[in-house]
């Protein structure tokens, strides 16, 4: 298969090189758990929030609605509430099982936060502290547990991705664009998780965003697939093996005798109506 970096969409903003992604590295001293813990996290601050704010477009995507949210004291200070009482918490004195919610929730809505904070805006790689232009905010320190400063990099990619070693949490963890997979409208738990990663799997897997056929021997493929390809065996043939495996009927038909060619898209506008 030929692979070729594919750029400009009208309104995309198109990343074409793999190495662009930050790699998973663990951070010393958050691989602890209790196993003996039967303690719960309450996520219900953020359902509620996601229940009143997460709608899907004609095309299945969800999209949150910033504009709506900023015009809601009250939900704001949810907001602001639910993350002061994640960030109060020790996650290391939970089981594994409720810290895997404890930290995509605590992205998702910290990124929902970052994204208010500046809001409007037509990107969250407008959002960024540092001199150089549209880098985006996920290297920035944005929470603090036990102490330590954390980015949403430190989450994702020094937590999350190496403690977990689920190439489903990148359907997990949204980062406010429309290209992302879903902000999904259920907060995840300890008991959901499992459920909702696969429901994330499914659903990006089998909208455009995700898979797109542009003719038999010509598909658009996520960039995700290229930036994180060490998540998904590092080859083209792992890939596509693991598209087959969340595709519908149809889809994963056509994949299996896909031998064409690959280009990669990502869409960094903003995930709102």
Known sequence: MTIRKWMGLTGAVVLAIACGAPESSEIAGWDVSDETSTERIDHGPWQEILDGYVTADGSGVNLFDYAAFSGSSGDGAKLAGYLEYLQGLDPLAYSRAEQMAYWINLYNALTVQVVLSEYPVDSIKEIHEGVIPNTGPWQDPHAQV????????????????????????????????????????????????????????????????????????????????????????????????????????????????????????????????
């Open 146 to 273: 036990n102490g330590r400063d954390l980015s949403l990099d430190d989450i994702e990619h020094g937590i999350l991705r190496p403690l977990w070693r689920d190439r489903r949490i990148h359907y997990a963890v949204n980062c406010a664009a429309y290209g992302c997979p879903h902000l999904l409208a259920t907060a995840f738990t300890a008991a959901n998780t499992e459920e909702l990663l696969e429901q994330g799997a499914r659903d990006y897997v089998n909208n455009p965003r995700g898979v797109d056929f542009v003719d038999e021997d010509f598909i658009v493929i996520s960039s995700i697939y290229q930036w994180y390809t060490e998540d998904f065996g590092n080859t083209e043939e792992s890939v596509l093996a693991h598209l087959i495996d969340y595709a519908d009927e149809d889809l994963a038909a056509r994949l299996r005798g896909f031998d064409g060619s690959i280009d990669y898209e990502y869409d960094w506008s903003l995930n709102e109506p």
